[in-house]
């Protein structure tokens, strides 16, 4: 049986990760936070996540990118979206470092995994190719990341030695090796892992632009696949030249109901598509940081630290530190009761919503032609 205070990161289920700082103990990711004053000495603007420690850890970050921004050398940021539901405020965060990494230089790929979103979650391939093109790559496109300078790409459309990537590295590892890894493992799963491995180093090849210096931002539930592939890298030193990726990792922002935020949970889920009056009724419903009662609240105040609705204001509806820490502030100390909270908060996810949705209905044309759709 496992220990009650056992982690366990698994890529494709739903964690919920209660204390950030055992990531660090157990699986050696680094805190960001000790990044910042170099970054900041450096010139490097930090994006909203950062400052708020949203973005909580990285792997090489400091050794791989930084040193790439310092000495002028060609960088890359490279994720991966499973296009298995429609595209939600967590998809969002990922979009949106995607486009702080395009502000600084560097090129973009992205992987739409429809052989995972097949062999994982058992969806049509018809409906898989849809989603990607109307919910991933549209939505991103409607954010603000720039399609000129992204290489947006099905796995199984992939051209070129991408897939010879896949088979060279089966034979690297064992079955062993990757049980240790994720835990119980399906053939569908190895397949899946090993192919994300191809994704995050197949930039540094000749043939897709040999960018040495790649960066994955990820959640920190996808740890597992970064630490697979940086492990790959190394073996085959004198064979191929593969560098290990630096990586960096936000805290997943919760889902209405103060679980993780899935596609699978419509109920309790956000996405960018859903009709103004839909919205309202999840995000008028969702749990709070609120006491039983409003006197109880006045008196203790409320907990913003464990509020799905502050979630959303922390991760993407506030901008502004000062008006946060007010928000945060008058909920601790009892004076901002949930309903008010959620009023002001309705208003400014409807404006957003309002305003995203215009530009995607002209992004999906867009998206549809600037990829190319797998044959079968």
């Known amino acids: 049986m496992p220990e009650e205070n056992e982690i366990k990161l698994d890529p494709w289920g739903r964690p919920e990760i209660k204390d950030y700082n055992r990531l660090y103990e157990v699986f050696g990711i680094k805190p960001f936070g000790e990044l910042i004053n170099r970054m900041k000495s450096d010139g490097i603007e930090l994006s909203p996540f950062m400052k708020r420690g949203i973005i909580f850890g990285h792997r090489d970050f400091d050794n ?18 499973m296009p298995s539901g429609r ?10 470092e995607l486009i702080y990494f395009q502000k600084l230089g560097f090129k973009i790929f992205v992987g739409l995994a429809d052989a995972e979103a097949y062999a994982v979650r058992h969806i049509s391939r018809k409906d898989i190719i849809k989603i990607g093109i109307e919910e991933y790559v549209a939505n991103l496109i ?26 060279l590295f089966a034979s690297k590892i064992s079955y ?16 899946s892992a090993l192919t994300q491995a191809a994704d995050i180093l197949h930039p540094q090849l000749p043939e897709y632009g040999e960018y040495k210096h790649v960066v994955v931002p990820v959640g920190a539930d996808q740890d597992p696949h970064l630490r697979l592939t940086r492990d790959l890298a190394g073996r085959f030193k004198g064979e191929i030249e593969l560098e290990p990726p630096a990586s960096i990792y936000h805290r997943l922002i919760r889902g209405l109901d103060g679980g993780k935020m899935s596609s ?22 969702s749990l ?13 105040g409320g907990e ?12 993407h509806l506030i901008q502004d530190d000062n008006e946060l820490v007010n928000i945060y502030n008058r909920c601790k100390s009892g004076s901002l009761l949930c309903g008010e909270c959620k009023f002001f908060g309705f208003s400014r996810l409807e404006k957003f ?20 759709i797998p044959k079968i």
């Open 353 to 372: 919503l309002e305003e995203h949705q215009k530009k995607l209905e002209k992004a999906i044309d867009r998206a549809w032609s600037i990829i190319e």
């Open 288 to 300: 709070t940081g609120g006491r039983n009662t409003a006197e109880e609240q006045r008196k203790l």
């Open 87 to 96: 595209f939600h405020f967590g998809h969002m965060m990922t979009g949106l």
């Open 64 to 81: 791989v990118i930084l040193k790439a921004i310092e000495n002028k050398e060609r960088a890359a940021a490279m994720t991966g979206f």
């Open 264 to 285: 699978s949970k419509p109920d309790v889920t956000i996405f960018l598509t859903d009709p103004i009056d839909i919205a309202k009724k999840k995000f008028m419903s």
């Open 176 to 191: 062993n090796e990757l049980e240790a890894i994720y835990g119980e493992i399906t053939p569908g799963k190895i397949i």
């Open 142 to 167: 409607a954010l603000g990341l720039d399609p000129s300078k992204t290489d947006f790409y099905f796995q199984t459309n992939r051209k070129g030695s991408y897939h010879s990537l896949i088979q």
């Open 304 to 315: 913003p630290d464990k509020c799905p609705v502050y979630d959303l204001y922390l991760y």
